[in-house]
């Protein structure tokens, strides 16, 4: 009895962590009240209870709880293996996928269509069972929208990953790592529409 009222004591602490973070990292949200329709809410519930029960062994219920989270949260994709931190935030969402053995610290913030994948299922097959295969966040971290971290990486604590990035190597902590930045031109393109058919 006493087990079961300190997991439920532990579970209600850290919902309203989850929903202090939401409030906190989104400018658009004013209270708890108005953070419990955010999709860091449901999706850090979700996979809470998902992972749970996939350390216990129940991989079928564990995904189902992970399909209808991503359902629920408009296409947030966490494979209930994962191992996420305190304080962890999704802005926007849509498009996340986490993958099974990817390790997320505290802290940290994602934006929406981050993908921490695998180098494909070639190059995992021939992995030793139980070697990770998806990129590690540590603390602090914070990955922009659209950016893509493949294989067993390491992202150092405080690192930045830039929007649309792409990421197969360590990140040192601190650090940035960005994607090439559009060039701007200033000339006027020329529109010639005479002899087109």
């Known amino acids: ?63 189902a709880v992970s399909a209808l989270t991503k359902v629920l949260s408009g296409g947030v994709e966490i494979h209930p293996g994962a191992e996420i931190g305190r304080r962890f935030f999704i802005d926007h969402g849509a498009g996340t996928v986490i993958g099974e053995t990817a390790v997320i610290g505290d802290d940290v913030s ?47 604590d405080d690192a930045l990953i830039g929007a649309t990035a792409l990421v197969m190597t360590d990140v040192p902590k601190g650090a940035r790592a960005h994607a090439p930045q559009a060039l701007v031109d200033n000339r006027m393109p020329t529109m010639d529409w005479e002899g087109e058919q």
């Open 1 to 63: 009895m006493r087990t079961t009222r300190a997991a439920l004591r532990s579970a209600y602490r850290g919902a309203l962590e989850t929903l202090d973070v939401i409030v906190a990292r989104d400018p658009s949200v004013t209270g708890r009240a108005e953070a419990l329709l955010h999709p860091t809410a449901l999706v850090v519930a979700g996979h809470r209870v998902g992972h749970a029960l996939h350390r216990a062994g129940r991989r079928r219920s564990a995904r």
């Open 110 to 156: 994602v934006f929406h269509q981050v993908t921490l994948g695998s180098l494909g299922w070639w190059n995992d097959r021939a992995r030793e069972s139980g070697e990770r295969r998806h990129p590690k966040l540590g603390n602090g971290v914070t990955v922009g929208a659209a950016a893509t971290l493949l294989g067993p990486i390491t992202i150092g």
